[in-house]
């Protein structure tokens, strides 16, 4: 077995024996959203997690759920999946669920992050951008229960338990993010912006 399928493996091991994060996974699931994905900390933290012998939602403050509608970006349609992923859920969960329509992240991203963000044509794109390759990963659940990782990147990063900036787009938010996730799990190795 190679290594890239050998750690595609043990992903979805890792991702199918957390019960919290299958229960989000299946409840996004049957809310259907177009071009869904579960991103980054719910995913990636669980490796780390297994990797240091960390209970597996240690550090885990949401769960980030994406899609993708380009047929209207506006607030007030997000607003209205928004309600409905919550109503989906019970609490704790329905708190930490976040979700956000990428087809709309560019309207609101430089206003918020100063940098500027050119519109997304799908879920899995966005990946692209994230900080650092080891947070560019996303799950989905489909519906004969088969399980779908995006890591643009690949998950080389992620099992060597290696942080470094995005090499095709520089951000100024690596170094305070490096330093957070440092803090939490220590074992991470941290390469220079």
Do not use: C
């Amino acid at each position: 077995m190679t290594l890239a399928k050998n750690q595609d493996a043990r992903l979805e091991e890792i991702v199918r024996t957390g019960p919290t994060l299958m229960r989000v996974l299946t409840i996004a699931r049957e809310l259907d959203l177009p071009d869904w994905l579960i991103f980054s900390g719910a995913v990636y933290q669980r490796v780390l997690n297994q990797l240091t012998g960390r209970d597996l939602d240690y550090g885990i403050k949401d769960y980030d759920l994406g899609y993708h509608d380009a047929s209207d970006i506006s607030y007030e349609a997000e607003d209205v999946v928004i309600r409905r992923v919550a109503a989906a859920f019970e609490p704790p969960l329905r708190e930490m669920v976040e979700v956000r329509n990428q087809a709309r992240v560019h309207v609101w991203f430089e206003g918020h992050f100063g940098e500027p963000y050119a519109p997304l044509s799908s879920s899995a794109e966005a990946l692209e951008r994230f900080v650092s390759p080891i947070f560019a990963l996303g799950a989905r659940l489909e519906a004969d229960d088969r399980l779908t990782i995006v890591a643009p990147f690949g998950l080389e990063d992620l099992f060597a338990m290696r942080v470094r900036p995005n090499p095709t787009r520089k951000t100024g938010g690596f170094a305070r993010t490096a330093a957070n996730l440092k803090a939490r799990w220590p074992e991470l190795s941290v390469e220079p912006d």
